[in-house]
């Protein structure tokens, strides 16, 4: 079992950063590759980034990309979403994810433990 969660959200203005946190407890997250997914109200989840186990791959929302970026730590069991450039259509809720496999990473159905998510609003 791996418990998930994020922190780093809030509300921030239009071309503003923020470095989103996933802290992991339980089992480490080393073995599982780590997505990123947001939800705003009235929309369906949607991807935002990935990152393989060994961080040699990224993959993110054709959106975000040069914006965002995810990273991580597996010594410290923690998984990063910097965004920067932010734009009021980037309000969410942001929730990052552990998948147990490598492949189909930009769907919400490969991943198996899912955090509550951190608030992220971007006023204009």
């Known amino acids: 079992q791996v418990q998930l969660v994020e922190s780093g959200g809030g509300l921030v203005q239009a071309g503003g950063s923020l470095r989103l946190s996933c802290a992991a407890s339980?089992?480490?997250?080393?073995?599982?590759?780590m997505g990123w997914f947001r939800q705003a109200p009235g929309k369906e989840r949607e991807f935002v980034a990935a990152?393989?186990?060994?961080?040699?791959?990224?993959y993110y929302l054709d959106s975000v990309k040069g914006r965002f970026t995810t990273s991580r730590d597996n010594a410290g069991n923690t998984v990063y979403l910097q965004m920067t450039s932010l734009k009021p259509e980037d309000t969410a809720v942001y929730f990052c994810?552990?998948?147990?496999?490598?492949?189909?990473?930009?769907?919400?159905?490969?991943?198996?433990?899912w955090g509550r998510g951190t608030q992220v609003t971007v006023s204009s």
């Open positions: 990152i393989s186990s060994n961080s040699g791959s990224t």
């Open positions: 994810a552990a998948a147990l496999g490598p492949y189909g990473l930009s769907f919400a159905s490969t991943y198996k433990y």
């Open positions: 339980g089992r480490g997250l080393s073995t599982y590759p």
